[in-house]
């Protein structure tokens, strides 16, 4: 038999098949993970089970009835990945999306500070980038301060945002956003930056030669190669938008939004709720980030930039 056909995908078994594509090892991760999750959740909680059955004069439990009873808690320490499934079906499914328990309800609600945020954030990223790609002066003044704002955490600063504004009689939405604005502006800042500074030279003195204005070089040529650089970086803005949303509920006693879900459920030890509330969040962020994604590949196949 020759090279070529020993190579050939005919030759390959289906296991091998199907790890040659990009849908079997996410599909292996994926399992390996609900794999150590479960065991995970049986070793956390196997000391409150065993402490369970001793109260009620229970000693010897066979080992499979053991291992049922230690994922079916109701206040486990670590949910079992069934219980986080069940409980995101019934607050997405089963529930009115205007009730206070809909997952959807409050996935909304956080989804508004986000986008908010996100847009103020987003604005502000490349109106900076603009001031200190075309000045020299902004380049040395603000980008010390824009990367150093870094450096402070969030979970500080955020309590000093609500209060500040709530004191001056400016509270819902908008300290919030502010909050997500605080966290998405710096991506965007810094993509956009290495973005329009990506134009090699020789494009650069093509469009000196043809005496092009600065506003026009910026609009031709700029631009369009800041476009992918800009994407990325609306990627990460847009996860860390929502990080700061959910972080922008804790200190303000909200009682709606992912963050709120969040805070009730370590108010009263119900972990399932919590990771639930953590998996919507997951699925949000994908989801915006994806949206994203759609967006930059339109785009970019129409200004004839795809790959």
């Known amino acids: 038999?020759?090279?070529?056909?020993?190579?050939?995908?005919?030759?390959?078994?289906?296991?091998?098949?199907?790890?040659?594509?990009?849908?079997?090892?996410?599909?292996?991760?994926?399992?390996?993970?609900?794999?150590?999750?479960?065991?995970?959740?049986?070793?956390?909680?196997?000391?409150?089970?065993?402490?369970?059955?001793?109260?009620?004069?229970?000693?010897?439990?066979?080992?499979?009835?053991?291992?049922?009873?230690?994922?079916?808690?109701?206040?486990?320490?670590?949910?079992?990945?069934?219980?986080?499934?069940?409980?995101?079906?019934?607050?997405?499914?089963?529930?009115?999306?205007?009730?206070?328990?809909?997952?959807?309800?409050?996935?909304?609600?956080?989804?508004?500070?986000?986008?908010?945020?996100?847009?103020?954030?987003?604005?502000?990223?490349?109106?900076?980038?603009?001031?200190?790609?075309?000045?020299?002066?902004?380049?040395?003044?603000?980008?010390?301060?824009?990367?150093?704002?870094?450096?402070?955490?969030?979970?500080?600063?955020?309590?000093?945002?609500?209060?500040?504004?709530?004191?001056?009689?400016?509270?819902?939405?908008?300290?919030?956003?502010?909050?997500?604005?605080?966290?998405s502006f710096f991506p965007v800042t810094v993509g956009m930056v290495k973005g329009l500074r990506s134009p090699e030279v020789i494009h650069m003195d093509l469009m000196h030669t043809y005496s092009a204005s600065r506003f026009q070089t910026f609009w031709k040529l700029r631009l369009p190669y800041a476009l992918p650089y800009l994407f990325t970086s609306m990627k990460i803005g847009m996860a860390a938008s929502l990080v700061g949303a959910i972080i922008g509920e804790l200190p303000t006693g909200a009682v709606a939004g992912l963050g709120a879900r969040l805070l009730a459920g370590s108010y009263y030890g119900q972990t399932i709720q919590i990771w639930s509330a953590l998996f919507m969040a997951a699925f949000l962020a994908g989801s915006l980030v994806a949206l994203i994604g759609l967006t930059e590949k339109l785009t970019l196949k129409r200004m004839g930039l795809s790959r």
Not at 89 to 105: A, G, N, P, Q, Y
């Open 1 to 183: 038999m020759t090279d070529t056909a020993l190579s050939s995908p005919r030759s390959l078994s289906p296991f091998a098949g199907l790890m040659s594509g990009t849908a079997g090892p996410v599909v292996v991760v994926v399992l390996a993970i609900i794999a150590i999750w479960y065991l995970g959740a049986i070793a956390l909680n196997a000391a409150f089970q065993q402490d369970t059955y001793e109260r009620a004069g229970r000693t010897d439990v066979p080992l499979v009835e053991f291992i049922g009873d230690t994922l079916a808690q109701e206040r486990p320490k670590l949910p079992a990945p069934h219980q986080v499934a069940v409980e995101l079906w019934k607050t997405t499914v089963e529930k009115k999306i205007t009730s206070k328990r809909s997952l959807i309800h409050h996935s909304t609600i956080t989804l508004s500070t986000t986008l908010l945020g996100f847009f103020i954030g987003t604005s502000l990223g490349i109106l900076l980038a603009v001031g200190i790609v075309h000045s020299g002066v902004l380049e040395k003044s603000l980008m010390p301060w824009v990367i150093s704002s870094q450096t402070i955490p969030v979970l500080a600063i955020a309590p000093m945002i609500i209060v500040v504004l709530g004191n001056s009689g400016i509270t819902g939405l908008l300290p919030k956003a502010l909050i997500s604005t605080y966290l």
